[in-house]
C-alpha cells in the first residue's frame, strides 16, 4: 500500500507524529509506503506542540507542489490518505472539492477514485457549518474520525491516550496494529437475568 499522510493546520501533532512514527518502524515490514505533505500551518503547529521541526524518513512534498505523484488519479498504489489532525477548514474545503492545495487536491483524488480518505477532525465545539461540511464529507465516501480519545484501556500517560486515536486511524486504514487494549466486553453472569415481557 502506498498511503499519503496529510498534516493540516488544527491542534493535534503528536497524533500525527505518533502515526508516522508507527508508520517509520512497521510500514516497511507490513508492506506501507508513505508520502507526508504538511499545510504551512501544520508545520508551524508541530514545531509548537512538539518542540522541534520533523525529520521523518519519506518523502515531504510542498503543500503548493502539485508535481507530486499523488495529485494524479491515474497515479497507481496509492491507495488510502489520513488527514491527521484535520482542521475544520481543511475538512470543509475537501467537503467541496476546492483543491487550493496539495492536500485538498490529494484528497479530491481519493475521493474522486473511491480510495479510502480518513479526516482526522480537530475541532470543538462544531458548528453548523462544520456539521454540514462533515456530511457532505462522508456522502462523498471520507471516513470523519474527530481525534476523541478512549478511556476504557486505562492510558497510564498522554502518549497512551494518543495511542488509542491512532490505532483507531490505522484500524480504518486497515494497517494491523496493537497501540491499544481492545474493547472485549464484560464477563456474563453465570446465569443470565430473566427478561421482563
Known amino acids: 500500500m502506498k498511503l499519503v499522510v496529510g498534516v493540516s493546520g488544527a491542534s ?3 497524533y500525527a507524529k505518533r502515526l508516522l512514527d508507527f508508520l517509520a518502524e512497521h510500514g516497511p515490514s507490513l508492506g506501507v509506503s508513505v508520502d507526508v505533505v504538511f499545510s ?8 509548537d506542540e512538539i518542540g522541534a521541526p520533523p525529520r521523518l524518513p519519506f518523502p515531504v512534498w510542498k503543500n503548493r507542489d502539485f508535481a507530486a505523484p499523488f495529485s494524479s488519479g491515474s497515479a497507481l498504489g496509492y491507495e488510502a490518505m489520513v488527514v ?3 482542521s475544520a477548514g481543511c475538512m470543509a474545503r475537501i467537503a467541496h472539492g476546492i483543491s487550493a492545495d496539495l492536500i485538498g487536491r490529494a484528497a479530491d483524488v481519493m475521493l474522486k477514485e473511491r480510495r479510502r480518505l480518513v479526516l482526522c477532525l480537530r475541532e470543538t465545539p462544531i458548528s453548523l457549518v462544520h456539521a454540514r461540511a462533515m456530511v457532505q464529507a462522508i456522502e462523498a465516501g471520507a471516513f470523519v474520525m474527530p481525534a476523541s480519545p478512549s478511556f476504557y484501556s486505562h492510558p497510564r500517560d ?8 491512532v490505532s483507531r486511524i490505522l484500524d480504518r486504514l486497515e494497517i494491523p496494529n496493537e497501540l491499544m487494549r481492545r474493547w472485549k466486553g464484560h464477563a456474563r453472569a453465570s446465569r443470565p437475568e430473566p427478561v421482563e415481557e
Open 40 to 47: 504551512d500551518t501544520g508545520l508551524q503547529i508541530w514545531k
Open 84 to 86: 491527521v489532525p484535520c
Open 158 to 165: 498522554v502518549g497512551e491516550l494518543v495511542d488509542t486515536v
Open 12 to 14: 493535534g501533532a503528536p
